[in-house]
């Protein structure tokens, strides 16, 4: 029946300084500048962050969850990616 | 095909894994999580009324102060909750025009009027104490971005649950005409605060589905007795008399046993005949009619600077 539905744009925030940013959620704006304000007033009233990244949701892609096996399966038959697969002995020290 | 997703998709909850939006879900699921989600936005945002309603007559600056940070923690939780509701796939005006027609619920609670200052501490300590009962054991629900929502709630909600409770005690230890103020706000909103947690599990059309979705994770007459038991000893603490006759300390369950809901008056007030109800939903359409032009400035100002015309 309204027209009026802002668009949507997803909020990140990093805790402090040099920590990762995490997504916490979503605010409504029509631009950058508002939705940078609408998100620091939603979510850091008590000073959850050092830093606020705002992305237009539309302009965010995922991979699917439901083909995740296939995605992600590549992964899996490379364990030498991972130090415990390479043999050494005690002696050596510092490795 | 339907029922392997479906046990796949039952495993998942029983595994205490989180469904995410993009997981397949049943749509039973979905439009449960967009019933009882979006019905917890709306109570959030109706209920910064009644509170709002003392504001501008707080009785000292801080206790103002105080008041508007709360509410505003309170608008910011309707915010968290539509952001997770729309994650299932509705616009936040599809949830608008569901709670201006009515076809979508609030918290019945925030029909009853608030008549004294007394009225906004029973509010903190009564009302918020019952819903921080209900969102600790919902910070496990199933559905991830409810749960988060649940989380970011519960951290915000003690700075609420405590001022409700500091009103309170100043006035039960004031003035004889403030405990009178304060016995009575209590008396008003006793009752009112244990419906909060809805119907008897015998009664209860939601329940079966809810819990074994984990959508739920706790019965409502369970949560209910958590609730009993902590505002009895808080209540005795401040010289306040719960207003229930039958309310007694069972030695056996090592809970109280508490008097029979009226269930009547419960059923009255959810179907519009509170005092509220009326004014509550006018006021909402009020304000967001009042906004109408703010949201078109902005989507006009976007459009002038979208076609280069920037100065
Ligand atoms: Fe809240
Ligand atoms: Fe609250």
């Known amino acids: 029946m309204r027209n009026d539905n802002l668009p949507v744009w997803e909020v990140f925030v990093q805790p402090k300084t040099g920590a990762h940013f995490q997504h916490c959620g979503s605010v409504h704006a029509t631009d950058k500048e508002m939705a940078l304000q609408n998100a620091r007033e939603l979510y850091t009233r008590r000073q959850e962050g050092s830093c606020i990244w705002v992305v237009k949701a539309e302009d965010i892609v995922s991979s699917n969850p439901n083909d995740s096996e296939s995605f992600f399966d590549p992964a899996d038959d490379k364990v030498y990616r991972y130090p415990t697969f390479f043999k050494v002995s005690k002696k050596v020290k510092g490795l | ?311």
């Not at chain 2, 988060?148 to 004889?176: D, N, P, V, W």
């Open chain 2, 1 to 311: 095909m339907e029922d392997r997703k479906e046990r796949a998709f039952q495993d998942k909850i029983d595994a205490e894994l989180k469904i995410e939006p993009k997981d397949w879900m049943p749509e039973k699921y979905r439009r449960h999580l967009i019933r009882q989600i979006s019905q917890h936005a709306h109570s959030e945002i109706i209920g910064m009324q009644p509170e709002g309603n003392w504001i501008t007559r707080a009785p000292s600056l801080r206790a103002k102060m105080v008041l508007i940070a709360k509410v505003q923690d309170e608008a910011g939780h309707g915010l968290y909750l539509y952001s997770a509701t729309e994650t299932l796939g509705i616009t936040r005006n599809e949830l608008i025009t569901q709670l201006q027609t009515g076809k979508a619920k609030y918290s019945n609670i925030f029909n009853y009027p608030t008549l004294t200052w007394a009225d906004v501490g029973a509010i903190g300590w009564l009302v918020d104490g019952a819903a921080i009962v209900n969102q600790q054991s919902l910070r496990r629900t199933s559905y991830g971005p409810y749960s988060r929502a649940m989380i970011r709630i519960c951290k915000e909600e003690s700075f609420h649950h405590r001022q409700g409770y500091e009103i309170m005690s100043k006035m039960a230890l004031g003035t004889t005409e403030q405990q009178e103020m304060a016995q009575d706000a209590l008396d008003r909103w006793w009752w009112p605060s244990l419906m909060m947690f809805g119907p008897h599990d015998s009664d209860s059309a939601h329940t079966s589905n809810a819990m074994q979705w984990k959508i739920k994770r706790e019965t409502n007459d369970d949560l209910r007795q958590v609730f009993v038991d902590r505002a009895v000893k808080q209540a005795e603490l401040i010289g306040l008399t719960i207003p229930d006759s039958e309310l007694k300390w069972n030695p056996k369950n090592k809970n109280y046993d508490f008097g029979k809901i009226d269930w009547n008056e419960f059923w009255e007030v959810v179907n519009g005949n509170g005092f509220c109800n009326k004014e509550r939903i006018n006021n909402h359409v009020k304000a967001h009619e009042e906004g109408k032009w703010v949201r078109d400035a902005a989507i006009a100002y976007t459009e002038k600077n979208k076609n280069g015309a920037r100065a």
